[in-house]
């Protein structure tokens, strides 16, 4: 199920592995690589509240998007909120402007984890569609990587 409305997208998924999986895929360089786009040589995790994040998608030799964040909250295998910056085509420094906060949530329902996403932030309305859409192949890619290392 997805909705977006004014600045704000939510997702929810119902994902055939376990728990702490997921939760681990969201924090662990090792997994993100294979799900976000990001080569693992670009990933760093400072996994702690207040830590940072970084990694950058490579679509091509010419389009690199490179995204930073910091980690706000985490509730091992329940909850985690962190911020999420595009840094591609930036002026400001980071953490100025254009900052999105993405909270998801992990339930474990039948052996399964129902996930939860929601973003806000300050996309405007015209660009909620397309970044709804990357994120449902962010989310795709998740199910097909940790259905191969369960």
């Known amino acids: 199920m997805t909705v977006s409305t004014s600045g704000r997208i939510e997702i929810t998924r119902t994902i055939d592995a376990p728990r702490d999986l997921v939760f681990s895929a969201w924090i662990t360089p090792e997994h993100f690589t294979h799900w ?83 973003q806000v932030g300050t996309l405007p309305d015209e660009e909620l569609p397309r970044a709804e859409e990357g994120w449902g192949h962010f989310f795709d890619a998740l199910e097909t990587h940790l259905a191969t290392v369960k």
């Open 36 to 118: 976000f786009g990001a080569p693992l040589d670009t990933i760093t995790m400072d996994v702690r509240p207040g830590g940072e994040w970084r990694a950058t998608i490579v679509v091509d030799e010419e389009t690199q998007v490179p995204f930073t964040g910091v980690y706000r909250e985490i509730v091992p295998s329940e909850r985690l909120v962190l911020t999420l910056e595009d840094l591609s085509g930036k002026e400001a420094a980071p953490g100025q402007a254009g900052v999105e906060v993405v909270t998801v949530t992990f339930n474990e329902v039948g052996g399964q984890t129902e996930m939860r996403f929601a």
